[in-house]
């Protein structure tokens, strides 16, 4: 019998019993192509590697092609050199500081780097800057609310008064990990809320929400539903005043996630950092404009003062106190590494230059969009030329038998992913699509884009609405379906949050 016989590999098997060779020489003609993959328990016996590795990475097809995701900040592309260097490291634990005391220099270099950009007030050029690593910016705002809290109940210990209910003021559109923050660490969210039009904090409303029990106030850099950065510098001058009013001290956190690396190279007269004089701390994730793969996010404090004791661990670390201040203890050390071979591949040089670039497209879309059916049908709702994030949000303002999610669907028919969602809470009545322009979203992959789009446009325009809604109940019933098998909360626009609190989130 030959190797190319078509006798399939379980009857092989049963004439020659002894013709292992069979069900390992080639992966779909083995007997294991036959089988069912466990889903519920682990297989008695094993298989072979490379029938193992094929399995899951035919499973892993099933996904979107991250390059098409317009929906994500987060980074789909590092270079090989970056690559490489990730993989050489994947067996380092990151919090073995002692065995791997050149992964500590690495995020020490990390964090001075970055609170300089930030602009953090430090005595010399050689002063060590205040931050750590995290797994994301969720992490790093969970630990700057806890500093945040540990400090003002300190002071207010120190007063005689009472320390409970503390509260962070904030817009309601900040992103779900503020109110995770806020509910794990027990603290009351005071939002300030959208109308219509009105998406970025009005900085007097919001100060105006501040009293003694305010730990923290949250500005952000970046808001995830239409890119638009806040009044940082307006925030921190009404805090004075307030602080005064009420004999308080309370600081502003920059939520810095995606603008921390964009606007100091596309808008670096923008105050928003330690320039401003309230801001106590930052964060900012690697992971997104920092082009980093995903698990890498930072939190700077602009100096000790904002980190109390109790919250910190000293670990011995070759023979020098290491302090540690983070959630979890094992991690994996790779993305930092990637993100300490950006910063000395790109510069500030090189990231002027990609940023500038992405705003370009971006700029490039948004006028692409808006010049469609001759600036009748769309309406932006996004900022332009460097003014917030690379990122392109719009709405349908014509009168039209479908929606900004019809629209979504029928791009997704082309691989494109582009999320559909409704506005923060209390403007929840206008629906937007919006496009994140990322490092490899090139100018050609956007012309591409902007045809399909208009492509996606003229199809449903010629669709009759009763189709539409079909589609739309259809797509229904299979998202309940999929979450009903996979048991798992998806994070996108029919969130958790939604149901609990009628609320969407923009999807990061
Ligand atoms: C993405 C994002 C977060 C959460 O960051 P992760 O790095 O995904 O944990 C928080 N705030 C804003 C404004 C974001 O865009």
């Keep these: 019998m030959g190797f190319l016989s078509t006798v399939p590999a379980t009857e092989r098997l049963e004439a020659h019993p002894d013709h292992e ?35 899951v990475h035919d499973e892993l097809l099933m996904d979107g092609n991250p390059a098409l995701n317009l929906a994500s900040f987060v980074t789909t592309y590092m270079e090989e050199e970056a690559e490489k260097l990730m993989v050489e490291n994947l067996s380092k634990n990151f919090i ?25 007030p430090l005595d010399n050029k050689d002063a060590e800057a205040v931050g750590v690593s995290t797994i994301g910016s969720s992490e790093a705002i969970i630990l700057s609310c806890l500093a ?21 003021v904030m817009n309601a559109a900040v992103q779900v990990c503020w109110e995770k923050a806020a509910r ?21 409303e919001m100060i105006d929400l501040v009293d003694e029990n305010t730990i923290l106030v949250c500005g952000i850099l970046g808001s995830t539903y239409t890119g638009g950065y806040e009044n940082i510098a307006e925030i921190s001058k009404l ?3 307030k602080n005064k009013q009420l004999g308080t001290d309370v600081w502003i956190h920059v939520d810095a996630a995606s603008g921390g690396f964009v606007a100091p190279f596309t808008n670096p007269n923008l105050l928003w950092d330690f320039r401003v004089p309230r801001v106590c701390s930052i964060n900012a994730s690697g992971h997104k404009y920092g082009l980093s793969y995903a698990g890498v ?47 000395l591949r790109l510069g500030k040089g090189g990231y002027r230059a990609i940023m500038t670039n992405l705003q370009k497209t971006a700029d490039y879309l948004a006028e692409e969009v808006v010049r469609i059916q001759d600036g009748t049908m769309f309406e932006l709702m996004c900022e332009m030329r460097g003014k917030g994030l690379p990122l392109v949000a719009w709405r349908i303002k014509a009168d039209k038998h479908y929606d900004e999610f019809a629209i979504a669907r029928h791009l997704r028919s082309r691989g494109w992913i582009v999320p ?72 996108h626009e029919h969130d958790s949050l939604q149901a609990k609190h009628g609320k969407t989130h923009g999807v990061c």
């Design 21 to 55: 060779h069979y069900i390992s020489s080639t992966v779909y003609g083995s007997a294991l192509a036959a089988e069912e993959i466990p889903r519920f328990e682990m297989a008695e016996e094993e298989m072979p590697a490379r029938v193992a590795a094929r399995f």
């Design 297 to 343: 996010g930072w939190a700077v404090w602009r100096n000790t003062n904002f980190l109390p004791k109790e919250i910190l661990f000293t670990v011995n670390y070759l023979g020098a106190p290491q302090v540690s201040f983070t959630l979890n203890f094992s991690k994996s050390a790779v993305q930092v590494i990637g993100q300490y071979y950006q910063f």
């Design 420 to 491: 559909a969602y409704t506005m923060a809470p209390h403007a929840e009545q206008t629906k937007l699509l919006r496009v994140v322009v990322r490092e490899d979203f090139s100018r050609h992959r956007c012309e591409v884009f902007v045809r399909d789009l208009k492509d996606a446009i003229d199809f449903l325009d010629k669709t009759p609405s009763e189709i539409i809604q079909h589609l739309a109940n259809a797509s229904k019933n299979n998202a309940k379906q999929s979450h009903k098998s996979a048991k798992v909360k998806h994070h």
């Design 184 to 204: 794990y660490l027990e603290v009351e969210e005071k939002y300030w809320y959208c109308s219509q039009g009105k998406y970025l904090a009005d900085p007097k």
């Design 96 to 120: 073995d500081l002692e065995e791997y005391p050149a992964l500590g220099e690495i995020e020490s270099r990390c964090v001075n780097m970055i609170a300089r950009l930030f602009n953090a």
């Design 148 to 168: 945040a809290k540990k400090r003002w109940q300190n002071l207010r210990k120190a007063a005689g008064k009472s320390t409970e209910h503390p509260n962070i």
């Design 239 to 241: 805090l004075e005043v």
